[in-house]
């Protein structure tokens, strides 16, 4: 990286984690890079957190560790905070709940100069608050990151923005994070920085600790059955706006993948309404295109579910 040492800075969006700040900090000012920037975005914390954080400030200075404090917005609304106070040429996030491995920002500084990219992705490892299971490293799906089309099934970077460094420059010029949405806003963020053209790289080490508990917004599976939608929608309109035709198959094929995972939130919740919900979407979409031989069979196996609910509920109604 040279001598002079280009400024990476680290955002971190904070909300009532006072149990988990200064175990996320320290991974940062623990990194063997040290030309970092910790901004924490304090998004109307009401436990201790300020408290803690002054402690973090003391410890490692001011000019290292910066604490800003706002008016409760989400966390879409947090990282913009941050990324508008950001001085470095690089920036990266963290969730105040997750860690990094000490060698993360230093393993993606030199894929972005290997491979020529803008937005570096790691591999990413699961641990869990209660410590009754061991670390696990989730081996990430090779999805070809150079296709717009793995952007719409999901998310082809590893599932977490805690896991991505990208350049000042990508921002300067895609924009802030979209303040409506509560959820699913890094899916938004990344395809349009992949519409816009710009290069992701993956770092293959998992230097991304994702930490698992009661909290943790992957488990509200309510909010991210209608992001997933919201997010999706908006997508396809942006699709339409850059001219690319949504009767393509490589879309048709990504679309119906991604209705997939909107289908299993869903049934997370047991709501069979949601789940035949998402099948309307796609047909309102491609007609009777959206139904391959799989979907179809997904489709009669989900109707067969809501008749046997139904028919349990009318059991119950006559014996009452």
Known sequence: MGKNKKLVSVIIPLYNYAQYITECVNSVMNQYYKNIECIIIDDGSTDNSKEIISKLVNKYGPDKVKYFYKKNGGLSSARN????NAKGEYISFL???DVWESEKISNQLLVLEKEDADIVYSEYFEFYDDNTSKPKRINFSNKNTNNIYA????????????????KKKVVEDIGLFDRNLRSCEDLDYWFRCKLQGYRFG?????????????????KNFTTMYFYHLIVLEKQINLLK?????????????AIRERLGVIKWYGSQDKRMDRVLYAYVIGVHYFGIRYFNKSVLIQFGMDLYRLFKILSKSIFKLRNI
């Open 151 to 166: 952007f719409i099934a999901g998310d082809p970077c590893s599932g977490s923005a805690s896991s991505i460094i990208l």
């Open 95 to 97: 969730d105040a709940d």
């Open 241 to 253: 706006e850059a001219d690319y035709s949504i009767s393509d198959n490589q879309i048709i094929g």
């Open 202 to 218: 993956k770092c293959s080490t998992a230097d991304v600790g994702i930490r698992i508990h009661k909290g943790s917004m992957s």
């Open 81 to 84: 905070e941050g990324l508008e």
